[in-house]
């Protein structure tokens, strides 16, 4: 059904989309290339959330070039918007703009389109060809589509160990397990999430920044701290750098004085504090990514905790991938990846799926999501 040709421009829109991975969220990361005469004559990404989508981007740089799009053939990597939200519909510049063509990776999961600006196209008249490398262009927006199908975020936990799973000295210390390249990857990881979660014993014991470094980015997360008591330090890094990234700390709950007059010192300094309490007294974990996708807009969640809130994540069946990384030393007694009770048979285990592996320096590092 589809050329090689077809083939070629949906990847250089694919491309094109993989440059709003650190950019457009909460929106997804869309790319579309503009082609007549077999040239490409206009591309563009998803820009800032409130700022143009890929198929407007693409329009505006051919009409910059001094192209005229009417006849042309368009490739973008999700089926374009038909609603208006913090920007007018992209099915709209499209049919302004008369192409013979459209092709499109995928139909968009968002109840507000899902089929709907296809069929807008199809209307006018426009040829409309669904499902061109709709594999690719789904992994390039995990955490929107589980958003918007499931109300979650995709939730990605990051452990760092060594070959016999130990992620800190029996002190605490784990600075640094693996070498500068795999720490850079993990960057990267940071840097496309909509919030970093931790825990109350990480920023206790490591006092992390929790921010992006290794790689350029316009945009910084939200830290996002589970602290059942609010024992956050004051002084903690984590809470640094407020004009650039938010904070959120959630504890159990605000009913007592005590815990109203220590949240009150940090929302003071513009930390929102928010309570969501479980039935034993903790954080609901599951209730707070839902909170995380479905008030907050939240597409992907990165966590970089420590053993107990890593099990306890585990455990509630709160984590969609697992990001590995493996130093080439054994560490002995230490620290593991997370605090899990023991299997009463192998057939109560979880089990994963390795979906990647790759080599940063000496360090290994393994993808997987639950099988």
């Known amino acids: 059904m589809y050329s090689a040709v077809d083939h070629q421009f949906m990847s250089e829109a694919l ?11 909460p929106n997804p990361r869309v790319g579309c290339v503009i082609v007549k005469a077999g040239q490409v004559i206009g591309r563009g990404f ?18 910059s070039l001094g192209n005229d799009p009417a006849g042309s053939i368009i490739y973008v990597t999700l089926e374009p918007c038909n609603h208006t939200g913090r920007t007018p519909p992209c099915v709209d510049a499209l049919i302004a703009a008369k192409p ?3 092709f499109v990776a995928m139909s968009d999961p968002n109840p507000l389109v899902a089929g709907k600006g296809l069929e807008r196209l199809k209307v006018a008249g426009i040829k409309v060809h669904c499902g061109l490398m709709e594999s690719e262009a789904r992994a390039l927006n995990p955490g929107f589509i589980s958003r918007m199908m499931r109300g979650l975020p995709w939730v990605r936990m990051k452990i760092a160990a060594s070959l016999d799973g130990k992620t800190a000295l029996p002190d605490g210390r784990s600075q640094w397990i693996t070498g500068p390249l795999a720490r850079a990857d993990g960057h990267h990881w940071r840097a496309q999430a909509c919030a970093i979660v931790t825990g109350v014993g990480t920023v206790k014991e490591d006092d992390p920044s929790l921010n992006v470094r290794d790689v350029h980015t316009e945009r910084q997360p939200w830290r996002v701290i589970v602290d059942s008591k609010l024992e956050t330090p004051t002084t903690a890094r984590i809470l640094s750098d407020l004009d650039q990234s938010g904070v959120i700390i959630v504890c159990a709950s605000l009913g007592s004085p005590e815990m109203q007059q220590k949240a009150k010192v ?20 599951p209730k707070l990514f839902s909170y995380l996708a479905q008030e907050r807009e939240m597409n992907e969640v990165h966590i970089e905790s420590g053993f107990k809130l890593n099990g306890s994540l585990l455990r509630e069946n709160c984590v969609d991938e697992l990001l590995l990384y493996y130093a080439p030393f054994f560490m002995g007694d230490g620290i593991g990846m997370a605090n899990i009770s023991p299997l009463n048979s192998l057939d109560s285990r979880q089990d994963w799926k390795v979906i990647d592996n790759s080599l940063f320096g000496s360090d290994l590092r393994l993808r997987l999501i639950k099988n």
């Open 266 to 285: 940090f929302t003071d300094r513009g930390i929102e504090v928010i309570e969501m309490a479980n039935t034993f007294g903790k954080v609901d974990l």
């Open 15 to 25: 491309a094109e989309a993989q440059k709003a991975l650190y950019l457009s969220n």
């Open 46 to 63: 998803t820009q800032k959330v409130g700022s143009a989508h890929a198929e407007v981007q693409a329009l505006a740089n051919a009409k």
């Open 100 to 102: 013979e063509a459209v």
